[in-house]
């Protein structure tokens, strides 16, 4: 019987070490959270004029490539300029997200 209690005074005093430990690593992620979310928000406009120019580029490119397609009446062509215009609107969406779960105002 004392053998039991000496087994489960063991077992919970490297539970409780062990939780202690992972309280500490979870402080430090919190901790590690906060620094890039300050980051984040110190510099949002300048990742969203990025953000907004690769869109550019990326629409430009995709007219490039879907004209000759619609000029050829290749029946594709609409297809290849929904998938453009989703690539665009899912950057775009994409920042507008990250303004929104980072609370950037």
Not at 2 to 19: D, V
Not at 20 to 45: P, R, V
């Amino acid at each position: 019987m004392k053998k039991i209690y000496t087994r489960i005074l063991a077992l919970s005093a490297t539970m409780m070490l062990t939780l202690q430990s992972h309280a500490q690593d979870l402080t430090k992620a919190f901790a590690a959270f906060d620094t890039i979310t300050t980051q984040l928000k110190n510099n949002y406009s300048k990742i969203q004029a990025l953000i907004f120019a690769i869109a550019a580029i990326l629409f430009v490119v995709g007219l490039i490539q879907v004209i000759p397609k619609f000029q050829s009446g290749d029946p594709n062509a609409t297809k290849h300029a929904i998938a453009w215009a989703g690539g665009v609107i899912v950057l775009i969406v994409g920042g507008m997200f990250v303004k929104a779960a980072f609370g950037i105002t």
